[in-house]
């Protein structure tokens, strides 16, 4: 009789033993956790009524200042690449420097804006890497349309992300007399022929997958 009993508490023992070994045997072994996909384009959107294009232009007998308006802009690039493209719109009739006879001139004359009533940049390339989140510096090489002639620029440009928001400051060169504009000069008045410009713009963020 003891000798039963001994082997009915052993095989109970065993059931649950096994009982208690079956669900991690049978439970499946976790998984690991997929990276997120890298993403493939980013879309940067420019917000006419947040950005301006301030411009300066040395003389022999002060520095001008002056600004344009921007219409519309949008940037795409793949962040890994660099590889770029879309425009960027200037309004170029907007011109204004705070003299109304020399920006007469300046529409008239010089940029012939009843003409080319537009500057155009189409990106190409982004050298060096944009996080997306946090302040990044980069150059950002493209076509650039004035005066109705093409040429290729590079710019500078600082841009700080932030959510589905971005802000920015860009600067570059325009060697307009090597680029067929007339120069203003006259015997009185000696203007440089680099103009520099420096954009400060902002907008929406899109990063597609």
Excluded at 73 to 78: A, K, L, M, Q, S
Excluded at 88 to 95: D, H, M
Excluded at 202 to 209: P, T
């Amino acid at each position: 009789m003891q000798a039963f009993r001994a082997r009915s508490l052993s095989v109970a023992a065993l059931a649950v033993l096994a009982l208690a070994l079956f669900p991690a045997a049978a439970a499946p072994p976790p998984q690991p956790q997929a990276e997120p996909a890298p993403v493939s384009e980013i879309v940067l959107t420019l917000d006419p009524s947040q950005s301006t294009v301030h411009w300066t232009v040395d003389s022999t007998l002060h520095m001008v200042h002056g600004t344009f308006a921007m219409k519309s802009g949008t940037v795409h690039f793949n962040p890994e690449t660099g590889k770029a493209d879309g425009e960027i719109v200037v309004i170029a009739t907007s011109g204004e420097s705070g003299n109304s006879s020399r920006d007469a001139r300046m529409h008239k004359e010089i940029l012939e804006t009843s003409r080319y009533p537009e500057m155009i940049f189409h990106p190409a390339q982004v050298q060096g890497k944009v996080g997306l989140s946090g302040a990044s510096d980069v150059k950002l090489e493209g076509i650039f349309s004035i005066h109705g002639a093409d040429h290729e620029l590079s710019a500078t440009v600082h841009a700080e992300l932030t959510g589905d928001r971005w802000k920015g400051t860009s600067k570059f060169e325009v060697p307009y007399v090597q680029w067929g504009i007339k120069n203003p000069s006259n015997f009185l008045l000696k203007v440089k022929s680099v103009v520099n410009v420096e954009l400060e713009i902002s907008g929406e963020v899109k990063a597609a997958k």
